[in-house]
T-cell receptor, first 109, second 113 residues
């Protein structure tokens, strides 16, 4: 399974954009890039996923590098409710989601 | 749409006792996952089902953990006997086959004393 590397923690001010990076240098051509987040005392929830092109949804944007060896999750205006652990995952061919330690995002009021 | 249901939400048992967790996935979801999440760590995949067949159980400690998914719907995860290090949140998730999102339940918090 392809591995991902994320910073342990990041901080952001409320209502400012946040860029959460993920390195996945061993990604294969067919690996999708998924992002999940886990709010305190909750199960993880899906945020966004993509293959090659940048993706947008109501929660976030996903920017994928041209060589696909890194990606960035973008929260356009962070709120206090976005404080969570964010996981970058490359599911295997059997749709197996392996979580690392993720990035703990702290949002400052 | 109803989400993934898990019960109980909390459980406290003594070491060497047995315990079972139940999961009802979202209707129509063929894939079901059980994860163990120890405090401060990311979720660890224990077992993955596709319908009622096991896809991956390589991280399931089979000497004490067992899981089944009867009729490809509900699933139970059992620990027998429990150890102190089994204290964790046990998460169930389900998904439709393919590269789409997995939906997680709120989990069962197990404390072994």
């Amino acid at each position: 399974d392809a591995k991902t590397t994320q910073p342990n923690s990041m901080e952001s001010n409320e209502e400012e954009p946040v860029h959460l990076p993920c390195n996945h240098s061993t990604i294969s051509g067919t690996d999708y890039i998924h992002w999940y987040r886990q709010l305190p005392s909750q199960g993880p929830e899906y945020v966004i996923h993509g293959l090659t092109s940048n993706v947008n949804n109501r929660m976030a944007s996903l920017a994928i590098a041209e060589d696909r060896k890194s990606s960035t999750l973008i929260l356009h205006r962070a709120t206090l409710r976005d404080a969570a652990v964010y996981y970058c995952i490359l599911p295997s061919g059997t749709y197996k989601y392996i979580f690392g330690t993720g990035t703990r995002l702290k949002v400052l009021a | 749409e109803a989400g993934v249901a898990q019960s109980p939400r909390y459980k406290i048992i003594e070491k060497r006792q047995s315990v079972a967790f139940w999961c009802n996935p979202i209707s129509g979801h063929a894939t079901l996952y059980w994860y163990q999440q120890i405090l401060g760590q990311g979720p660890k995949l224990l077992i993955q089902f596709q319908n009622n067949g096991v896809v991956d159980d390589s991280q399931l400690p089979k000497d004490r953990f067992s899981a089944e998914r009867l009729k490809g719907v509900d699933s139970t995860l059992k620990i027998q006997p429990a150890k102190l290090e089994d204290s964790a949140v046990y998460l169930c998730a389900s998904g439709i086959q393919g590269y789409t999102e997995a939906f997680f339940g709120q989990g069962t918090r197990l404390t072994v004393v």
